[in-house]
């Protein structure tokens, strides 16, 4: 049974640092590239970050690039991603969620991530 589940979410302020974890299981995910995207209230899903099946390509969107992190271990039953998110703002308030990509490097859009997670609440106030 494929399963992402993320945690680290929870309520912080403005300049802050929260740190997300994604767990993959029940696939070989050590081969497919990893990503974060984010969704807020009345918005549509975006992409944040995402990582190459060997951690040796990361991608950012510019939102967040120089403050926020994405980094992996390949384990041998199961892939953890990781985001560290520094300097945080009101406007990273949303919902993320961890996906697993269809191919070795992370694209930006959502069609090219087979898997998801159930997302984790992530809330900055100012």
């Known amino acids: 049974q494929v399963q992402l589940v993320e945690s680290g979410g929870g309520l912080v302020q403005a300049g802050d640092s929260l740190r997300l974890s994604c767990v993959a299981s029940?696939?070989?995910?050590?081969?497919?590239?990893m990503g974060w995207f984010r969704q807020a209230p009345g918005k549509e899903r975006e992409f944040v970050a995402g990582?190459?099946?060997?951690?040796?390509?990361?991608?950012?969107a510019d939102s967040v690039k120089g403050r926020f992190f994405i980094s992996r271990d390949n384990a041998a039953t199961k892939t953890s991603v990781f985001l560290q998110m520094n300097s945080l703002k009101p406007e990273d308030t949303a919902v993320y969620y961890c996906?697993?990509?269809?191919?070795?490097?992370?694209?930006?859009?959502?069609?090219?991530?087979?898997?998801w997670g159930q997302g984790t609440q992530v809330a900055v106030s100012s």
């Open positions: 996906a697993a990509a269809r191919t070795p490097t992370p694209k930006s859009n959502t069609e090219t991530y087979a898997y």
């Open positions: 029940g696939r070989t995910f050590s081969i497919y590239g």
């Open positions: 990582i190459s099946w060997n951690g040796g390509i990361t991608n950012y």
